[in-house]
């Protein structure tokens, strides 16, 4: 397994221990008891990726895309999805053209 995926898979279960969590001790536990907080900070969290990106700073792109996959983790747990359930989607995918794949989506 990857370096990155086992910092996921930590991140991950840390980010579940949080659930009930009382929210004043933990930003963790805040976010996840106001979903709708968690998805704004996963959004903020894109943009400056996305500004990063632009610059082309490598640290800031790093730091900024660690930021963005807390929060996503941090929304997934909020909606109550899982990363299993996320790979499952990535794996129905594996070998579609994306362009195919982005078609067949369309009503």
């Known amino acids: 397994m990857s370096r990155f995926a086992d910092v996921l ?3 991950a279960a840390t980010i579940e221990a949080r659930k009930g969590a009382d929210p004043s001790g ?8 106001d979903p709708a907080r968690a998805a704004k900070k ?12 632009a610059q082309g700073d490598k640290a800031a792109i790093a730091a900024e895309s660690a930021d963005l996959i807390y929060h996503w983790l941090v929304a997934l747990a909020a909606a109550g999805v899982s990363l299993d359930e996320v790979a499952a989607k990535l ?3 594996e070998g579609t053209s994306g362009l195919a794949e982005k078609a067949a989506r369309k009503p």
């Open 42 to 53: 996963l959004g903020e969290e894109a943009v400056e990726t996305v500004i990063a990106a």
């Open 91 to 93: 794996e129905a995918r």
């Open 9 to 11: 898979g930590r991140l």
């Open 26 to 33: 933990s930003y963790t536990a805040q976010l996840l008891a």
